[in-house]
């Protein structure tokens, strides 16, 4: 399923979850998925409570974002120049 999940969402920015297990089965599979399918399938995960402080304008430090296990540095990039 994480494989399906992460082959789908190819090109959008990051995938939000509302449930902490699908984040972490998200983020800590990533690499194992990507190997199996011999093609990169990292994207940044976030908990649907991070992505609303986000849009309120929340810091990322705030958010915990430096905790998550698949935060790319081209939405980091992002988030710092929205803020």
Same mark, same amino acid.
């Given at each position: 399923?994480?494989a399906g999940?992460?082959?789908?969402?190819?090109?959008?920015?990051?995938?939000?979850?509302? *449930?902490?297990? *699908?984040?972490?089965?998200?983020?800590a599979f990533?690499?194992?998925?990507?190997?199996?399918?011999?093609?990169?399938?990292?994207?940044?995960?976030?908990?649907?409570?991070?992505?609303?402080?986000?849009?309120?304008?929340?810091?990322?430090?705030?958010?915990?974002?430096?905790?998550?296990?698949?935060?790319?540095?081209?939405?980091?990039?992002?988030?710092?120049?929205?803020?």
């Open positions: 399923l994480v999940i992460l082959e789908a969402a190819q090109g959008a920015d990051a995938i939000a979850t509302v *449930c902490p297990m *699908c984040q972490m089965n998200l983020e990533q690499g194992a998925v990507s190997r199996s399918a011999n093609k990169d399938l990292h994207i940044s995960i976030l908990y649907l409570p991070q992505l609303i402080g986000l849009a309120m304008g929340l810091d990322a430090a705030e958010l915990g974002l430096q905790m998550n296990l698949a935060f790319d540095a081209e939405l980091k990039r992002k988030v710092v120049a929205a803020a």
